[in-house]
């Protein structure tokens, strides 16, 4: 073998033993008994056993690269000279497991091959007649073959390789397809050894805020790392966590089709968190357990990894997004149902006709509270003022705890608020604002009817994109009652909207929802409820103070106006019944269905059935499909009956 030759056979076995000796590696170790078929190229040659081994690094688990060596002998016909043929060289193959255990593959080798050919008959000296040359070899194949186990494969081998005289391929000594049968070993060196292992860790990105339980169920706390140094692939992974009373069920955190050996694979961590979650009154700790659900080689296992989860206190919040508040405002607390049930009961036993009831219900909440003492009280701790703008650990109480506190910081007041008045189902809103916190609620009227019930729409919250009015409090005067909350809120909004250098955000609560679920902190306690007697002197005396405010300007625009119709509907926001009447019958007497069923309403409101029916049969007569007047007539025969 010429020197040249000997470097390159050196220099394919040096980058392989290299290869080999790294910290931490796959192998494949392959034999594999062989036929060549050289009859197919030259009709001389007959069929020539063998045998290669190869030694290869496994390549993220799809390449393998190494060295192999071997040996063919071969017997031409009419000839008693023995070919035989010692090779070496470099390899390179690719694989995959399209199924568990069916496994496919294809590569090639180049090297350098050594030939001996010996005459089988003595001279008549004794000795053999020997003659030794070298040159390249080349072979390419595919195999199929069935995975025993993670380590062992047995395979079918096909291909072509071709044995050179001499430094060039055109020199054929044997050429022609072959086949084999090979045992494909493989095994792992090196760091992370270990014959079977799924390895299991999780980040932690932000401690668990309770009052986000609901949100962890779609938004994740951290993350899930698998490593999987099984001796396979892992298919069909279900990742999930649990973490015993604390939460409702496993949560499935995600899937994976599949993992290849050594290869990590990330998961978020989500959780289903239960109200067990909202007893923590200090930070702490929980014991959790991430359960992977997979398939190797076919079979169905599973393993289940325990870990802990770091848990804030109930109460704890980061400002920032000032959506996530959303999350303390819950309309399912069974105490906050209780109480604004009872105040809604008697708010709309005492409801005024044609106004607002949106409004009445919220006077009816705002008084309700203070009546049963409830008032401002700074948090000396984490004060409103100071941490709403930053971005350090606050702390919120939840609506139960400050109704049961009767006390609370202006942002603790306005979530009972909110909630109060969304359990009575009132759609509500806030604005976190420098020195208060306000309050608003949804009036369930357009943008174009906003003066039909106000002095002005300055002081209202207007979003012209959805046509929606909100009214604000202000829950810095919240103890001194709706009068002088709406007034201060209604100038806090003058302000945000009169300074283009003021910020400020408005949040509606039903769409912050849709990010931030509520929770519900209950204790199954009971809570103090007004008077009765008392509140309803005290709802009474807010709306005739917003009639005095509002109303009685919209009945002076209207009798400006000249405008009977508008001005009567206004007449009876403020309960001036007789007024609106006469204003309805100007209508009513130039053939106004509508003021002709207006005056019918008034009737009704003033219990004169009878004249209320006659009034509504008069519609009839005029129109007699008229829907208002049909349901009407209804109703005051089933009171006169």
Same mark, same amino acid.
């Given at each position: 073998m010429n020197t040249k030759k000997k470097r390159v056979l050196a220099l394919v076995f040096s980058v392989s033993f290299c290869m080999m000796s790294l910290s931490a590696l796959d192998f494949v170790f392959k034999i594999e008994p062989s036929v060549l078929f050289p009859s197919v190229v030259d009709s001389k040659m007959q069929v020539s056993p063998g045998v290669i081994m190869q030694a290869d690094v496994d390549l993220f688990n799809i390449v393998t690269v190494g060295a192999e060596g071997g040996y063919t002998y071969e017997q031409p016909k009419s000839t008693d000279e023995g070919i035989n043929v010692i090779l070496g060289g470099m390899n390179f193959g690719v694989y995959y497991f399209p199924l568990s255990r069916l496994y496919i593959g294809a590569g090639?080798?180049?090297?350098?091959?050594?030939?001996?050919?010996?005459?089988?008959?003595?001279?008549?000296?004794?000795?053999?007649?020997?003659?030794?040359?070298?040159?390249?070899?080349?072979?390419?194949?595919?195999?199929?073959?069935?995975?025993?186990?993670?380590?062992?494969?047995?395979?079918? /081998?096909?291909?072509?390789?071709?044995?050179?005289?001499?430094?060039?391929?055109?020199?054929?000594?044997?050429s022609g397809p072959f086949a084999a049968l090979s045992l494909r070993l493989t095994g792992h060196v090196g760091a992370n050894s270990k014959s079977s292992a799924i390895d299991i860790r999780i980040e932690q990105e932000s401690d668990v805020f309770p009052v986000y339980s609901s949100v962890y169920g779609y938004e994740p706390f951290g993350t899930i790392f698998i490593k999987n140094d099984e001796g396979a692939e892992l298919r069909n992974v279900h990742v999930s966590f649990?973490?015993?009373?604390?939460?409702?069920?496993?949560?499935?955190?995600?899937?994976?089709?599949?993992?290849?050996?050594?290869?990590?694979?990330?998961?978020?961590?989500?959780?289903?968190?239960?109200?067990?979650?909202?007893?923590?009154?200090?930070?702490?700790?929980?014991?959790?357990?991430?359960? /992977?659900?997979?398939?190797?080689?076919?079979?169905?296992?599973? /393993?289940?990894?325990?870990?802990?989860?770091?848990?804030?206190?109930?109460?704890?919040? /980061?400002?920032?997004?000032?959506?996530?508040?959303?999350?303390?405002?819950?309309?399912?607390?069974?105490?906050?149902?209780?109480?604004?049930?009872?105040?809604?009961?008697?708010?709309?036993?005492?409801?005024?006709?044609?106004?607002?009831?949106?409004?009445?219900?919220?006077?009816?909440?705002?008084?309700?509270?203070?009546?049963?003492?409830?008032?401002?009280?700074?948090?000396?701790?984490?004060?409103?003022?100071?941490?709403?703008?930053?971005?350090?650990?606050?702390?919120?109480?939840?609506?139960?705890?400050?109704?049961?506190?009767?006390?609370?910081?202006?942002?603790?007041?306005?979530?009972?608020?909110?909630?109060?008045?969304?359990?009575?189902?009132?759609?509500?809103g806030y604005i976190p604002y420098d020195d208060d916190f306000i309050v608003l609620v949804k009036l369930n009227m357009t943008s174009g009817q906003a003066l039909n019930n106000f002095a002005s729409t300055d002081g209202l919250v207007i979003d012209y994109d959805s046509d929606e009015v909100y009214l604000a409090l202000s829950m810095k005067n919240l103890d001194k009652g709706f009068t002088e909350s709406y007034k201060a809120g209604s100038e806090v909004v003058v302000q945000c909207f009169s300074n283009e250098d003021t910020y400020y955000d408005f949040i509606d609560t039903t769409d912050a929802w849709s990010s931030y679920k509520p929770v519900a902190f209950s204790t199954n306690s009971s809570v103090t409820t007004p008077k009765q007697d008392a509140l309803v002197k005290n709802i009474r005396e807010a709306i005739q103070a917003y009639i005095a405010s509002d109303i009685d300007a919209v009945i002076k625009r209207a009798r400006e106006a000249g405008d009977s119709n508008k001005l009567g509907v206004a007449l009876v926001r403020a309960g001036r019944y007789s007024e609106a009447k006469k204003e309805f019958q100007k209508s009513a007497d130039k053939g106004s269905i509508a003021a002709m069923n207006n005056v019918a309403n008034i009737l009704m409101i003033e219990k004169n059935y009878t004249g209320a029916a006659a009034q509504y049969q008069k519609i009839l007569d005029k129109d007699p499909s008229n829907t208002v007047a049909q349901k009407g007539l209804e109703n005051a025969n089933a009171k006169i009956e």
């Open positions: 090639g080798a180049l090297g350098l091959q050594n030939t001996i050919t010996q005459v089988q008959k003595l001279d008549s000296e004794g000795v053999n007649d020997k003659k030794t040359f070298s040159g390249l070899y080349y072979r390419g194949f595919g195999e199929v073959g069935f995975r025993v186990n993670p380590s062992i494969c047995v395979n079918l /081998v096909g291909g072509w390789a071709s044995y050179s005289a001499g430094s060039s391929f055109g020199n054929s000594l044997l649990r973490a015993g009373k604390y939460t409702n069920s496993s949560k499935l955190c995600g899937t994976e089709e599949k993992i290849n050996r050594h290869k990590i694979a990330e998961f978020p961590l989500y959780a289903d968190f239960s109200d067990e979650i909202l007893g923590f009154t200090e930070d702490g700790k929980i014991s959790g357990e991430i359960i /992977v659900e997979y398939e190797f080689l076919g079979k169905k296992m599973s /393993v289940t990894e325990p870990i802990i989860v770091s848990v804030c206190n109930r109460n704890s919040f /980061v400002w920032g997004d000032s959506s996530a508040l959303a999350s303390f405002i819950s309309p399912d607390s069974q105490e906050i149902a209780t109480f604004a049930k009872e105040v809604a009961g008697i708010t709309r036993n005492n409801i005024y006709t044609g106004m607002n009831a949106n409004l009445q219900y919220a006077i009816g909440i705002i008084e309700g509270l203070r009546l049963i003492g409830m008032g401002y009280s700074e948090d000396n701790i984490t004060p409103y003022t100071t941490y709403h703008t930053g971005y350090e650990m606050d702390s919120i109480q939840y609506p139960l705890q400050t109704l049961q506190c009767l006390s609370g910081d202006y942002d603790d007041l306005a979530i009972l608020v909110c909630s109060c008045l969304q359990t009575i189902n009132v759609p509500t």
